[in-house]
């Protein structure tokens, strides 16, 4: 089985800065591409960041000049760094990866989510 477990979210003030981090764990053969979205409340699940295994970085416009992703490969792991928190980036933020297992082949797979609640 594989895992991804997403720690970092909190409460931050307007213009604050959070890193969010997600790990992938299992029975792991490669991991494509790693990314993050967010839900916020009464809204549609949306894209924020995605990187490939190249490490070329793709961003919403919206989050565009202040997040960053990175990832480290050795260690199946992506990384949120969110700079300039605006009270609109409040969601839940998860982490999606695709991986290929022996057992699934290709397949998508998310964390359970963590919470970023950016208020004053």
């Known amino acids: 089985q594989v895992q991804l477990v997403e720690s970092g979210g909190g409460l931050v003030q307007p213009g604050g800065s959070l890193r969010l981090s997600c790990a992938a764990s299992?029975?792991?053969?490669?991991?494509?591409?790693m990314g993050w979205y967010r839900q916020a409340p009464g809204k549609e699940r949306e894209l924020v960041a995605f990187?490939?295994?190249?490490?070329?970085?793709n961003y919403a416009d919206a989050v565009k000049g202040r997040f960053t992703i990175s990832r480290v490969n050795a260690k199946n792991t992506v990384y949120l760094q969110m700079n300039s928190l605006k009270p609109e980036d409040t969601a839940i933020y998860y982490c999606?990866?695709?991986?290929?297992?022996?057992?699934?082949?290709?397949?998508?797979?998310w964390g359970k989510g963590t919470l970023v609640t950016v208020s004053s």
């Open positions: 999606n990866a695709n991986i290929y297992t022996p057992f699934r082949g290709h397949m998508d797979y």
């Open positions: 299992g029975s792991i053969f490669s991991v494509n591409a």
């Open positions: 990187i490939p295994s190249d490490g070329n970085e």
